[in-house]
């Protein structure tokens, strides 16, 4: 029988992830996502798991270096500029080939910025987030439930394919509440972490887990390894959800909150007789290209609706290779959009 209970988005991300079986967080307060950190605070003495707050975000994430090491399931939160402060540890994690969960509740930026909502962290978390050749599979939730949902299945992408798993999120998903099930779930079947730093015990050879190759032919060679995985990931693993697509003339792409609210618009845009439908990426990397491509033979235009100055719009040209016209629906720096902008962008696009 399901339970369900009513919490916040940051909450959520919390419990998914000890749902998962993670017992080590370090992380560092900032706004909008320092729930997680009181939430982990709370509950991990009570599972027996290990809860740190470090002295500085550069610590927390090499504090996940250490325990994925060794085999443990570990994760850190922060907020954009705190975020970027992780980004040697990225690089790290990615050279290393260690799994991790990584939050980001996005907050407005550049610099300090303000602790009201953005996206505008897109570029940085697909676009590899740190030095060298390297990605991190990036998740989008739009709810509370999926906060939830794609946190503990962060998890387990990351051990399957040993990477770096990202829930990015934003202030108005971490703070809203909404009546969530979290009843627990059937663990999924996952290669054993043989590479794993857990002691010989005198029955095999060390293991190394290292991220300096000074012979250039043998880094090239991992790094197509690594690429052979990623492009697994972009087979089997991109998802994304669509909504009356199937006779719209104009689709916008949106994910997280701004879905949300595209959605309204989507439903006001056909009340006044304009066929739209919505688009919405589940994954950031891989990006859903197929599905959109395919769009692109179908429909007039597109409308991309995002709290940034326009970084997925690079990304839906792309997929659609520019076959269609690619309109913005735009805020940024903390100012939430409304379905009544995204309706005029809508109404515009069909104009033209």
Not at 139 to 146: G, H, K, M
Not at 253 to 262: C, D, L, P
Request: aromatic residues 6%.
């Amino acid at each position: 029988m399901s339970e369900k209970v009513l919490m916040k988005g940051n909450e959520a991300i919390a419990e998914g992830a000890l749902l998962a079986g993670c017992r080590h967080y370090f992380g560092y307060p900032i706004t909008p996502q320092t729930e997680i950190a009181a939430y982990m605070a709370k509950r991990m003495p009570k599972v027996d798991g290990v809860f740190l707050q470090a002295e500085s975000e550069v610590a927390s994430i090499n504090m996940v270096i250490g325990a994925s090491a060794a085999g443990k399931r570990a994760m850190t939160s922060s907020s954009s500029p705190g975020v970027a402060l992780k980004s040697e540890g990225l690089s790290y994690l990615a050279g290393c080939d260690l799994p991790a969960v990584v939050v980001n509740i996005q907050r407005g930026g550049p610099g300090l910025g303000g602790i009201q909502p953005s996206q505008a962290d897109y570029f940085h978390a697909t676009k590899g987030g740190a030095h060298g050749d390297f990605h991190m599979l990036v998740l989008a939730p739009n709810s509370v439930q999926e906060m939830l949902d794609y946190t503990y299945k962060a998890f387990d992408l990351a051990d399957q394919y040993r990477i770096t798993a990202m829930i990015l999120g934003d202030g108005i998903l971490g703070q809203m509440m909404e009546p969530i099930d979290i009843s627990p779930k059937e663990p999924a079947k996952l290669p054993p972490k043989d590479w794993a730093l857990t002691g010989t015990r005198g029955e095999r050879k060390p293991n190394i887990v290292n991220s300096l190759y000074l012979n250039p032919e043998d880094l090239e060679a991992l790094n197509f390894q690594r690429f052979e995985r990623y492009r697994q990931i972009e087979e089997k693993e991109t998802l994304h959800e669509t909504y009356r697509t199937e006779d719209a003339e104009i689709v916008v792409v949106a994910y997280g909150a701004a879905s949300r609210i595209a959605k309204n618009a989507i439903d006001l845009a056909r009340e006044g007789g304009v066929k739209a439908g919505l688009l919405r990426p589940i994954t950031l990397w891989p990006f859903p290209k197929k599905p959109l491509r395919e769009l692109a033979d179908k429909v007039k235009a597109f409308v991309v609706a995002e709290l940034s100055m326009g970084q997925m719009v690079e990304d839906v040209r792309l997929s659609t290779e520019s076959l269609r016209p690619v309109y913005l629906s735009a805020h940024t720096g903390g100012v939430v959009t409304t379905p009544e902008e995204i309706l005029e962008h809508i109404k515009q696009a069909a104009a033209n």
